[in-house]
């Protein structure tokens, strides 16, 4: 099956900092990738949706300025949580599709972030 | 709003029996159904999918079960082992993305 790949696996950061996460599909371009958040014991949430090369498209209630998504190339993702806060401590797994016609969506192995 | 409700929320199952899980949703324009299992800290992956077009899919021990006109679909673990213990979520997409049931938490018991 297709390998999506994260980077870093986990993080720690301070309170006010940034952190990126990076979201790679490592054999085959993703023309569709989806950013969740998972609190623990729940389930997935969708954060956002983004296409190579435009804009993502935010779910309701995710601050697209604290959550900035870049998908500047078709295997190659990142988030970004700016000034992070310990209520942003969660953790986030990329999804990559590889065309919008297909059905199979792959997952990351996630990165948990925990903002001090 | 949840758009696919599954359940139960967790299940125990004795070593070589068969897990049941349920899932139903509303939104008649979901095309796609797959189950996902996701093991303590990593991500999901995807275990079976279905099309509303046939009732039943089977991969080895995995098999989905697909009743279109109760917009209900179940997953069937036959000769459950220790090594499927996890959380096991349904979805469901028709134009819009995958939306995740909140999951059902499998233990499997020697």
């Known amino acids: 099956g297709a390998v999506v790949s994260q980077h870093p696996s986990w993080v720690i950061c301070k309170s006010g900092t940034s952190v990126k996460i990076e979201c790679r599909s490592l054999?085959?371009?993703?023309?569709?990738m989806f950013w969740y958040r998972q609190f623990p014991k729940q389930s997935l949430m969708l954060m956002a949706t983004s296409n190579e090369g435009s804009k993502a498209t935010y779910e309701q209630g995710v601050e697209k300025d604290k959550f900035l998504i870049n998908h500047a190339s078709l295997t190659l993702s990142t988030l970004t949580v700016t000034s992070a806060h310990p209520e942003d401590s969660s953790f986030y797994i990329c999804?990559?599709?590889?065309?919008?016609?297909?059905?199979?969506?792959?997952f990351g192995p996630g990165t948990r972030l925990t903002v001090l | 709003q949840q758009q696919v409700k599954q359940s139960p929320q967790s299940l125990i199952v004795q070593k070589g029996g068969i897990s049941i899980i349920n899932c139903a949703y509303e939104?008649?324009?979901?095309?796609?159904f797959p189950w996902y299992q996701q093991f303590p800290g990593k991500g999901p992956a995807l275990l079976i999918a279905i099309r509303p077009d046939v009732s039943e899919k089977k991969e080895g021990r995995f098999t989905i079960s697909f009743n279109k006109s109760a917009k209900q679909f179940s997953l069937h673990i036959m000769d459950s082992q220790p090594g499927d213990s996890a959380t096991y979520f349904c979805a469901a997409r028709g134009s819009t993305p995958l939306v995740f049931g909140k999951g059902t938490r499998l233990s499997v018991i020697a």
């Open positions: 939104n008649t324009a979901f095309d796609y």
């Open positions: 999804s990559a599709r590889y065309s919008r016609s297909t059905d199979t969506q792959y």
């Open positions: 054999d085959f371009q993703a023309t569709t």
